[in-house]
């Protein structure tokens, strides 16, 4: 009877293993974010919208011959920039879009990347997160059981 219990505990461990192996391959198997990249030359002392999608992650990225002015980013948004390169991430409920200034007496050309995960890709990470815990726990699980008598 004990013999049985055991062998219960150590398949239901295994069992853990194999359900933390699926939701690893699950989350990986397919990208995460949709890129969305383009060049554009802004006259000077002129704007230029970029459109990000509702529901998602977003990261926009801005590379530029001379230094920008950005605006109309949401609330929450971070950024990182050295006045050539523009890094943005939030999180967007609604779509929307970012207005690039160009704010020089000359023309600037701007290369941007748009980069988005919806919510339905964000499951994934934590998908991703449950089957490591999952691995973790089982693993555990079989080296408790193998080490007890």
């Known amino acids: 009877m004990v013999k049985m219990r055991r062998k219960a505990k150590m398949l239901s461990s ?25 060049e554009v030359n802004v006259p000077a002392n002129s704007s230029f919208p970029i459109k990000y999608p509702s ?8 590379n530029s011959t001379t230094p920008l002015s950005v605006s109309m980013l ?4 971070t950024s ?22 160009n704010i020089n007496n000359a023309s ?6 748009v980069q988005y995960a919806h919510s339905s890709t964000v ?9 490591i815990v999952c691995l973790g ?3 555990l699980a079989v080296i408790f059981f193998l080490t007890r008598r």
């Open 80 to 101: 990182e920039n050295d006045s050539i390169v523009y890094v943005y991430c939030f999180i967007s409920s609604s779509g929307g879009e970012i207005l690039v200034h």
């Open 55 to 62: 529901d998602s992650q977003v990261i926009i990225s801005l």
């Open 14 to 38: 295994i069992a853990l293993i194999a359900i933390g192996v699926a939701l690893i391959a699950f989350s990986v198997s397919s990208s995460s974010f949709t890129s969305i990249s383009n």
């Open 74 to 77: 949401p609330p929450g948004a």
């Open 123 to 131: 499951g994934k990470e934590y998908s991703f997160v449950a089957g």
């Open 108 to 113: 600037s050309t701007i290369y941007y990347d």
């Open 137 to 139: 726990f089982g693993v």
